[in-house]
């Protein structure tokens, strides 16, 4: 692109700037991206810190302060009442928080379609170190215990398994063999003697 000018009062046309455009097959730069939106799991460091919304759906109220309006002082004295009371959290998980989390964990590494589950020799329902977990996602999920896993601390599918399974044995060919006696070379022996 080449923009052309005539200064006021002079006959010469000259040439100003030239610049270049993008063609349809040029690599361009990516669409920009808020740097809330391009957070991954994992890419949180020690210290730092990353708000939730007032009013992200994944969370609800655990006690409602009334419809009366009030300041922050009452505001606070609820909370107070509400913690003596041994209502804990502020807010917890909406049922669209906690549907979200169980699709995450049934599509991701802990779920049936991961490629160690699908060579799996079983499921984790009748692993000896799966962990039950309480709530409405009991009946789906719970938790490997199994220290050499690769899940092991991980959620993971009541239809998710790897080859850590409680109850795998090999099969007779891939046991380890037992080995020989061992042979004793007695030559430097003597040699050491002599010296
Ligand atoms: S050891 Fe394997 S099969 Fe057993 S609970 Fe853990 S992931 Fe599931």
């Known amino acids: 692109c080449v923009t052309l000018v005539r200064a006021p009062r002079q006959k010469h046309v000259t040439v100003a700037e030239t610049v270049l455009l ?20 994992g890419d949180l460091s020690p210290g730092d810190l990353l708000p939730v919304a007032d009013d992200d ?16 002082d ?20 909406s049922p669209e928080g ?16 991961a490629p160690i589950a699908q060579s799996a020799p079983d499921q984790c329902t009748s692993c000896g170190f ?3 977990i309480a709530g409405p996602l ?31 044995r090999l099969a007779k060919k891939h046991e380890p063999q037992p080995l020989p006696e061992p042979v004793i070379d007695d030559l430097d022996s003597s040699l050491i003697e002599s010296f």
Request: charged content about 30%; glycine content about 12%; overall charge negative.
């Open 57 to 72: 759906p994944r969370l609800v109220p655990t006690y409602s302060f009334g419809d009366d309006p009030l300041d922050a």
């Open 22 to 41: 993008p063609g349809d097959e040029a690599i361009v730069a990516p669409e920009w991206v808020p740097y809330r939106e391009r957070i991954r799991p």
């Open 130 to 132: 799966l962990m039950r």
């Open 98 to 113: 906690r549907e979200l989390a169980a699709q995450r964990w049934y599509d991701g590494d802990g779920g049936p379609s």
């Open 138 to 168: 009991a009946e789906t999920f719970g938790v490997c215990a199994n220290g050499d896993a690769n899940d092991d601390g991980r959620i993971v599918s009541l239809d998710h398994g790897c080859g850590a399974h409680s109850e795998v």
């Open 74 to 93: 009452e505001k606070a004295q609820i909370r107070q009442v509400a913690k003596d009371l041994g209502l804990g959290r502020s807010r917890t998980l």
